[in-house]
């Protein structure tokens, strides 16, 4: 049986969706699109499971993949630095973001509220900022670990996040988590 591929291009960027995943590769910005109730308007839709960003993209623009109900799994390369507004918010299947080897510096406002299923979350060591409300009402986010370099955890970051239980900042582990974390402050 032959898989339908739908593949596209933007400015420097090529995307193609087979067997579920998409990938997207070539240099610059993945675009910021805007969205609606059915989610985001980019030409890709939101009919994938995976998503495969190759190395050269730099950064993942506002609103990129909100809303897209199916999405389980992301993998992020080094090249991208920063990750935009409302990005992935309300997809609300996401159990996996690999950030672990970007060299993310800003995770954007809203950027992955409520991805209900979003179960942990290890940040790169090049993270600086993480916007306001980036996690909230990840239900599911039980443990984070962020590296010494952190500067910036914008209010509310974690809000509505039930069942987060364990905070890991280099050496020091927050066992107990009982309001959103302010201001520069882990």
Known sequence: MKTKTTKGKIDDLSWRIENKTLTISGNG??????????????PWGSEFTDVTIKDGIESIS????????????????????????????????????????????TIGKLAFADCRNLKSIIFPETIKTIGRGAFHGCWHLRKITIPKTIE?????????CGC?????NGEIVFQSITASLPNNEV
């Open 29 to 42: 910005d993945i675009p910021a699109y805007s969205y609606s109730s059915n989610g985001t308007t980019a």
């Open 62 to 105: 506002d609103s990129a993949f909100y809303g897209c109900k199916k999405l389980i799994n992301v993998s992020i390369p080094k090249s991208v630095k920063f990750i935009g507004e409302k990005a992935f918010q309300c997809c609300d299947n996401l159990k996996s973001v690999n950030l672990e080897n970007s060299s993310i510096k």
């Open 152 to 160: 910036t955890i914008e209010e509310y970051a974690f809000l509505d």
């Open 164 to 168: 987060l239980t364990k905070i890991a």
